[in-house]
């Protein structure tokens, strides 16, 4: 079982950092893929990063490679989306995800357990 959730949100200024946290409890959390997607007002939830059970593959959507970096500690139960250079077109909710699968999980059908959601909003 994963159950996510997100912590970390907030306000930040354009070129800032903002590190999201997801506390994902469960007993096979390392066989867990883990992934963050985000969700602006009036446009289509996107998968921004995604990790497999193991720190060895990782997924970043276009926009955000160079910038963002998903990172995962088994021993504390906990994934990271560490989000550097931020932008306003970056400003979302952003949503914790896991799946009960291995791989990479590149679309929200891909994945069982949801978090709440934290809202990011960077200002300009």
């Known amino acids: 079982q994963v159950q996510p959730q997100e912590s970390g949100g907030g306000l930040v200024q354009a070129g800032g950092s903002l590190r999201l946290s997801c506390a994902a409890s469960?007993?096979?959390?390392?066989?867990?893929?883990m992934g963050w997607f985000r969700q602006a007002p009036g446009k289509e939830r996107e998968l921004v990063a995604a990790?497999?059970?193991?720190?060895?593959?990782?997924y970043y959507a276009d926009s955000v490679k160079g910038r963002f970096t998903i990172s995962r500690d088994n021993a504390k139960n906990t994934v990271y989306l560490q989000m550097n250079s931020l932008k306003p077109e970056d400003t979302a909710v952003y949503y914790c995800?896991?799946?009960?699968?291995?791989?990479?999980?590149?679309?929200?059908?891909?994945?069982?357990?949801w978090g709440q959601g934290t809202q990011v909003t960077v200002s300009s």
């Open positions: 469960g007993r096979t959390f390392s066989s867990k893929g």
């Open positions: 990790i497999t059970w193991t720190p060895g593959r990782t």
């Open positions: 995800a896991g799946r009960n699968g291995y791989g990479l999980g590149l679309t929200p059908g891909a994945y069982d357990s």
